[in-house]
């Protein structure tokens, strides 16, 4: 399953410091629970302060269960060392189907 997750920031500074350090750091983290990341962007625009990634989660598992799994790790913990979680105001997750013309979508066997 994929899944478009939002990151809104306090500010253009912590947006900054949260894509390239802390954010960057948790790509290895999430290999080693089996989530993939596509892609992590970063909102253009005026005060945005918007982090976007899409990610994906093993076949049958429950993303909530892995994010909680994820976010109880040492190596999170390790990941945000540094980084006051209060500068981030807003997550948003929205699960993702894709179409049946989506070139992203799983492959049939």
């Given amino acids: 399953m994929l899944q478009l997750r939002i990151y809104t920031l306090r ?3 912590a947006l ?3 894509a ?15 989530v993939t990341t596509h892609g992590v962007w ?3 625009g ?6 976007v990634a899409v990610i994906g989660y093993p076949p049958a598992t429950d993303p909530e269960c892995v994010v ?5 790790s040492p190596q999170f913990a ?3 060392a540094g980084f006051d979680v209060d500068e981030i105001v807003d ?3 929205i699960p993702l189907d894709p179409t049946s013309f989506s070139p992203n979508r799983p492959r049939e066997l």
Avoid at 20 to 34: C, I, K, M, Q
Avoid at 68 to 72: E, I, L
């Fill in 20 to 34: 390239t350090v802390h954010w960057a750091r948790h790509l290895a983290t999430f290999e080693g629970f089996g």
């Fill in 68 to 72: 909680r799994d994820v976010m109880a």
């Fill in 91 to 93: 997550v948003q997750s």
């Fill in 78 to 80: 390790t990941d945000m």
């Fill in 42 to 44: 970063t909102e253009r």
């Fill in 16 to 18: 900054h410091r949260y």
């Fill in 11 to 13: 500010s253009a500074e």
């Fill in 46 to 51: 005026a005060g945005a302060n918007r982090l």
